[in-house]
Every structure is written in C-alpha cells, then in structure tokens.
C-alpha cells in the first residue's frame, strides 16, 4: 500500500485524486500483515483487511485455522479503523460464527460506530467468500502518551518514592 507521494510529477491526475482521499496509517506501524491482514482499503473510520492463512496458524492436522489469528485480524482492523497513534484495546464481545481452514482468504471489515470523548466502539466482521466467519465489537481508548510509557512512569514514581498516596 503507498502512503506517501515523492513527486506529484509521476502521477496522472486519477492517481492525485486518489492520493488526496488516502488516509495514512498512523497506529499499529510495525504490526506483520502476514500475521495480521493485508490492509486492502482505508479510509477515516473504515477498513478493509485480507488475511491469508498459514501453516503457521494450524491448530491441527486436519486444517483448522487457530480462532486467536482471526481475533488478531480483528482487533488490528479496529485498530486501524480508529487510526490514532495510542489507540488501545479496552474489551470487545465476539462471536466466532464459522471455522475457518487453512488456504481461506479472509476478508474483514471495520467500521467505528460510536465515538464518546477518547473512546471509541468499533464493529468488526470478517467473511469467507460470503459466509460471515466472525463479528465483534471493539471498545478501544486512545490515549495522551503510549500504553507502556504510562505504566512504565508509575513504576518509576513508585521506585523514586515521588508518587502521592
């Protein structure tokens, strides 16, 4: 997926136009798509994701892709659907609707549907061909400064003896 443009000069006017629609991916950065889905569309609060199964994600002999990568894949593409750079994961309540096996491709989609101060709800479902294998939804925060940067500064209070009971 191209996110940025070197030089307007290698683009036809249909390429510029799309360019200006295109939202870049601001969260998540180092996530493997492999792993996780390809991101195929993007826009402000929407995504669309491929995920192509591996042997990786084998639970067992006779093909059955592990449900934790189809729950991966949906919580990236909520992720992405909020596009903030300290967006988090607070809860979700999911359903896995149908097995999926190895050598299914796995289309997911995401849409935030609500949004209240920090938080926002996302809905997720993802489809084999057109049977609906998974549908969630996702209650993320978004954050001032990173997850782990948070925690890490109330042990450092806790250790220095600094923070107020």
């Known amino acids: 997926m191209k996110n940025e443009i070197n030089n307007e000069e290698d683009l036809d006017f ?13 969260t998540h950065e180092r996530v493997n798509q492999d792993l996780c889905g390809e991101v195929i569309k993007i826009q402000k609060g929407y995504v669309e994701l491929r995920l192509t199964t591996l042997p990786e994600m084998l639970a067992d002999d006779i093909g059955l892709i592990h449900g934790g990568f189809i729950f991966s894949a949906a919580d990236y ?25 190895f050598h299914d491709e796995v289309n ?12 926002r709800n996302v809905h997720v479902e993802a489809y084999v061909l057109d049977i609906k294998v998974f549908e969630g939804e996702f209650k993320t925060v978004i954050t001032e400064r990173h997850v782990l940067k948070l925690k ?3 042990k450092e209070e806790e250790q220095s ?5």
């Open 152 to 154: 890490l500064l109330d």
């Open 77 to 101: 593409a909520a992720m992405l659907a909020v596009n903030e750079k300290n967006v988090v994961l607070v809860a979700s309540d999911c359903q896995f609707l149908s097995p999926v096996k």
């Open 108 to 119: 997911i989609i995401a849409r935030v549907r609500h949004k209240e101060g920090r938080k």
């Open 14 to 26: 249909e390429d510029y136009r799309d360019q200006e629609e295109q939202v870049v991916i601001h």
């Open 161 to 165: 003896g600094t923070k107020e009971a």
